[in-house]
């Protein structure tokens, strides 16, 4: 049963990995507001013809 | 500097995914209609090595996975990902290198596989060099994933994201530890890991390809698609994210119920059944959301296909993680195990889960890319009646199937005898069921052409964009700093300390394995057990090029039922030199562990020049080619040596001293025992030979076992 | 792309479709007599036209298919000059929550954010000017962050901007307060999440364990998973069991005994137990149950925290003054901050404006509302030299006064100088649960020393020390510290869906405690806005009443405003030539060719119409003359709101009833018959007088429970045990309170306090059920064989057991008391 061994670390590491994810997202944010992030998706950009792509240079 | 970026969308790495998961979707069910064909109907094996059952089914099951949903994957998260983070993709050339990649691998895979260049190990049979291939295109994958994200111009990272992520680190890690393997060749390797150590790895791995490649990306896409097809947000997003990180933190470890009963430890059998009856919590957590989010639009629904497609797809997946959980039950598994019953639990999720969601995205998708409407919603909702109808010719067939063949095979008389104690009635009785599911497969097929033909109209009508020009306002990085200072440096020093802490415990933790993984490893071996002759080693590489362990098991459970029919059930020191293990997980044939010295040399002979010959009646292809093509002498040495690295104990040097010597022998003695048979006109040098050889040897060292002691034998890894 | 924006809406419809009743193209309200066509589509006014032209021009009309009735409708035209004071640095510097000189981010609260489409237009606002970086909407909080730059656009600017789309963002003198600091909520679901991970990681390990791990031959793993666990277990032990150390060590050290120290000495107890196990190699230890506990306790904890994002329990009356006031700086009118107003200067205040401080009437005539004020159900008018008070609101034209006291000192906002406002109540302390800890805790250490003592005194001293340790494991109150909060979290989110919304849980017990209800008048149990309208004369015929109606409908002044409420009917309102309104006095006009006067008596007997003497002692009336003819009078009588008699009836049996007014004792006989002899009933109370009623009442040992609306209330809301707000609607301005209820729940309170007492019955009850477990355990413990596995199967059972019981029961409480579901 060795490669429990090697799975452990393995499979611990990944875990951890994710445990950091989790942590550096609460501490960003991410999580405060849990409601504007699904309306948000629901609406698509404003396409923007090429020509007048340089619209920074008007704003 | 102004504040507001101008930047475009890529739309053609998009469409190339989408036409491709279009296609592979009708190549790989196709496949799967043809060798279901071939349950029933044998001749359709079409007597060439190219098209049998067992070197096709690999071929199925690659395809639907990985080019199917693969593709599939890559086309939604290549759309949503860039609209989530606003912003193009990390770099186009990654997205190119990851299209033109993956689909090579998937060219391969669908050459190499009908010439059986397998390792036999389900859903990685591919051979080592596509292995690293693999592994290079996904790290690519990777970081054009993670680059875009980091990237980002939207600050939140919307729950999908987070499935996506995930989905990439953890196939990352599981591919490269599942394909450990030693090359004998170009195109031939074998598992460092042996006996049950392989198993454990590969159904590890087995359980989380399901979990992270067909699972966990379609969670992302489902949380993006749904809410934009039905125009309202997810039900609860709190709910959303729990149930991600709920997922994660548990997922990973729910493996080893796929090897229920088998020589695994209890330990680890019961761990992993209650892992997966765990799972059902944040499964459904994912399963309600998604319908609840459809609340109050039913109308909807029965206007669009796609939300039709989307409410099968998300209810399947309820069923199927319900379902799961349930057959890693013990006294449901010992049922369930073997039996088609599986088949039809992964094909709920294949078909209804992934494919239906699959559809819908397309169906969501190409009106989009072209900027237009469906071609034809009509025939999208007959595609969806269709599909719906497809599948539950399947699976249901397949469940009854499934639960008649169980019973069957444990039922006794009174006398205290097995009813059915030939095999082969049992398989007799399902052949109407597999006609069956061959008739829902073939509807689902013909949906999939449906809806090719519709997304085909569907381009012709409108103008692709290639480039989707946007805008978006930039956050000023400034600020975090500004903002954040304060409490955080607070709460800052217990986290970090703790975070630090644990991650010297863990290494304390290592550094107490690392010796342990040194000492000889007592697992209860049995001296009778030794390494396979040359020739049986030929042999068993047949077996595996043939694809027979897509039909026959060698794991005979501890069960009266089983002992009967197959004799002493297998004991974990009989595989100590099984490089890789073929315990198998399907037995459309008998088990096969204990089969060596069952029959004579000559049946084998005949069985494999037609099975029918021996076993009125039998569904098994006919392998004649078997019986002339020479055994591959050139490559003796080569594979000898690499199982000698990988822990087998031949003596050093013996692959260019007596190994030839020893095979010429023993192929000799096999000849004989043909020529018993009155077979005479036997091919010297004919796989047969090595295959009858492999055959007459399984499961028999045991018998020659005086008795039962500990010799110590030094674990894989230590190699 | 408009396409897509129309399938990914749920209810779409196109701009320009057509209804019976036209509706607007902007905001959907349907068009009446002020409607304009434009761009072949129908607008109700023309501030919606102004904006939907904004949009097209910017190409933004997708705004329009994102959501039914996405426009907000512009109540006032506003210009940029009534924002210029924002640029002030004082004023500036405050209001933005960061700037480098380059950028800077600011928050504005926008209350008429209210769908999809309100966010994707405010998140597009780069889209309009120039210099308008990124905007982030938070919907619950109906907040936009805003950054831009302040090279290319000022705050004034932006405000405008906002402004004119419609989305004018509330600015009172509140927000120059600064930011409030953010709720701990990042840390506990830090906590949450680490002891989540390690409970289901150790878990593994643990299973293992259980299921005969050593059936592995010699390979040694248990060590190696005791060591892994131990690993896992650590942070959870210093960073997610965090706050009970905390709490822990502040017991110690003030000598009290609250929950959170048996819990503490618990999780010491089983950690140390684990840890000897795991490094003395004699077993794996109990780290799986010390995850789970502390993770069940920390899920207790977030259910604790529930906050209405859009409510606030702490406001003073600087969140209902202005932000700003218009001056007179010699000749020229300037808008200051009220921060910067000085005795002695002179302010203009226009119709509907609010008094920021006590001041003199220089010119023009005052009709103030004090209703919030002072509780004066009635508006009063003031003359040139008069004096009038910070708060009230003007409701006649233009008035012209000067400053005699410092906002802050004026004869309502110096009630928050009182030392009421002071001292903080602390609350937290006497709860249920740490009334029974303490006899929980002096039990649960007999036991422990006792079981020591036996093992002991039979010579098995390692046997005494492992039951010690194991009965402080198994009487950690896990289960007991989730009974209240999840029996009294479920009361409260099922008043939260009745629109009863408690400050927190700890409101509950309060409510259960209290036996005198305390009343205020105007706004509290009569309604403002329904007054009763009689005519006295002859009856008036359609044509007259038609256009009396018409004409009202010209006035701001909110007694004709309500009367044409009462006289709407199916009116058509009619033009009307003419108008002229002499604020506080009275209007005049033409409709259908009759010359229609409407006013007080002396300003018609000014106009020498002779007033009937029967009528012109009335109060509160409204004179009419036609013609010159005197016609009759229509009089208004504030009256109670919906069953607020039936609440009195229901209260007075088990509660002791008192009645506070600001106003004058004309109601009084009025309220005497409501609330029976036995009620005190006190009128022309000031907020100071009110405070001090409340303090005496709980001076003779009475718990107080005091129900008003206005600031004048604010004091008495604060003493009070549990202060209850009433609001016309949710979101609206109420003083600092502990429960926030809208209007017409008022008559539910009796229910409501039913419930709450109920609710605290099922905190005992759980709290038994939760003891139980712990003895159960105990007779295990002391007998000093407590397996893991044990533990590991009680603990969680218990806690389950209890938060089910406790939610499940308060739920069929909720049933009972008719608080199901949500209120339409």
Known sequence: MSTIYMMIPATLLIAGGFLIAYIWSVRNGQFEDTTTPAMRILTDDKPISPEASDLETKN | MTNVETFKYDNRIVRAFAI??????????????????????????????????????????????????GNGVFTGIYYSLQRLCKARMFSDALSWFNFWGWNGIIVAA???????????????????????????????????????????????????????????????????FNSLEMPASIFKSYSIYAGVQDALVQWWYGHNAVAFFLTTPYLGLMYYFLPKASGRPVFSYRLSIIHFWALIFIYIWAGPHHLLYTALPDWAQSLGMAFSVMLVAPSWGGMLNGLLTLRGAWDKVRQEPMLKFMVVAVTAYGMSTLEGPTMAIKSVNSLSHYTDWTIAHVHTGALGWNGFLTFSMLYWLFPRLYNTKLFSVKLANYHFWIALLGMMFYVVPMYVSGVTQGLMWKQFNPDGFLSYGNFLETVIRLVPLYKLRAVGGSLYVV???IMLFNLYKTCKLGKFIGDETVQAAVEKKAEHAEKERGHRWLEGVPLTFTVLATVAVIIGGLIEIVPMMLVKENVPTISSVKPYTPLEVMGRDVYIREGCVGCHSQMVRPFRSETERYGEYSKVGEYVYDHPFLWGSKRTGPDLHRVGGKYPDAWHYNHMENPRSTSPGSIMPNYPWLLTQSIDTNALPGRIAALRKVGVPYPVGYEHGDAQKDLVEQAAKVLIGFSTGSITNAKPDAEIIALTAYLQRLGTDIKKAPAVTNITTTAALTK | MSEAALNISALTVSPDNKSAAASCAHCGLPCLTTAVRAHDKDFCCTGCQTVFEILTENGLTQFYELSDKAGVQIKRPTRREQFLFLDEPAVREKLVDFSDGKTSRVTFTVPSIHCIACVWLLENLFQFKPGVGRSTVNFPKKEVAIQFEDAKISLSELVALLASLGYEPTLNFGSLEGAKPKPAFRKLILQLGLAG?????????????????????????????????????????????????????????????????????????????????VFSRTGEGYFDSLCGLIFFLLIGRWFQQKSYERLSFDRDYKAFFPLSVVRKNGNRDETVPISALNVGDHLLLRHGELIPADARIVSGEGVIDYSFVTGESEPVEKRAGELVYAGGQQTGGVLEVQMTKPVSQSYLTSLWS?????????????????????????????????????????????????????VLIVACPCALALSAPFALGTAQRLLGRQKVFLKNQHTIETLAKVNTVVFDKTGTLTAPGAAKVEFHGAALNEAEERALFSMTRHSTHPLPVRIGEAIAKQHFPETVYSFLETPGKGMEARVANQEIWMGSASWLASRNVMVPTEHQSRSNSVHIAINGAYRGCFTLQTSLRQDADKLIAALSNDYDLALLSGDNERERARFGDLFGARANLNFNQSPLNKLGFIHNLQQSGKTVMMVGDGLNDAGALKQSDSGVAVVENIGAFSPASDVIIEANN????????AFSKDSVRIVWVSIMLSSAYNFIGLGIAASGKLAPVVCAVLMPLSSITVVGFAC?????????????GKQS
């Open chain 2, 20 to 69: 491709a998961t279009a296609i592979w979707g009708l190549v790989g069910t196709a496949a799967g209609l043809l060798i279901a064909c071939q349950l029933f109907y044998p001749d359709l094996n079409l007597n060439t090595p190219f098209t049998t059952f067992g070197r096709l089914r690999p071929l199925h099951t690659n395809a639907v996975i990985f080019a199917f949903v």
């Open chain 2, 110 to 176: 669908a050459v190499t596989l009908p010439l059986g260049l397998t390792t036999s190990k389900e859903y990685a049979e591919l051979e080592w060099p596509i292995d690293i291939a693999i592994a290079v295109v996904w790290v690519a994958f990777t970081i054009n994933l993670l680059g875009t994200i980091i990237k980002r111009r939207e600050k939140h990272m919307y729950v999908a994201i987070w499935f996506y992520i995930a989905t990439a680190i953890t196939v990352a890690m599981l591919h490269i």
């Open chain 2, 447 to 449: 949906g999939i052409v």
């Open chain 3, 197 to 277: 991970f390690s409970f289901g990681n150790i878990m593994l390990f643990s299973i293992c364990l259980y299921n005969g791990l050593d059936s592995l031959g010699t390979l040694n793993f248990k060590p190696l998973f005791g060591y892994i666990s131990l690993g896992l277990a650590l942070p959870v032990v210093v960073y997610s069991a965090l706050d009970y150390w905390r709490s822990a060590w502040t017991c110690l050290r003030q000598r009290i005994l609250t929950i959170e120290l048996p819990i503490a000495v618990g999780i010491v107890a089983i950690f140390a137990q684990s840890c000897y196990e």
């Open chain 3, 418 to 470: 009182h030392e009421t406002f002071a001292k903080e109540r602390n609350d937290t302390l006497d709860n249920i649960l740490n009334r029974f800890t303490k006899r929980f805790t002096i039990t649960v250490s007999v036991v422990a020393l006792g079981a020591a003592a036996f093992w002991w005194a039979h010579g098995q001293p390692n046997v005494a020390l492992k039951a010690f340790t194991s």
């Open chain 3, 746 to 753: 008022v008559p539910r309170l009796s229910q409501i306090m």
């Open chain 3, 808 to 820: 499940g029961a308060t739920h069929w409480l909720g049933r009972k008391h008719k608080l199901g």
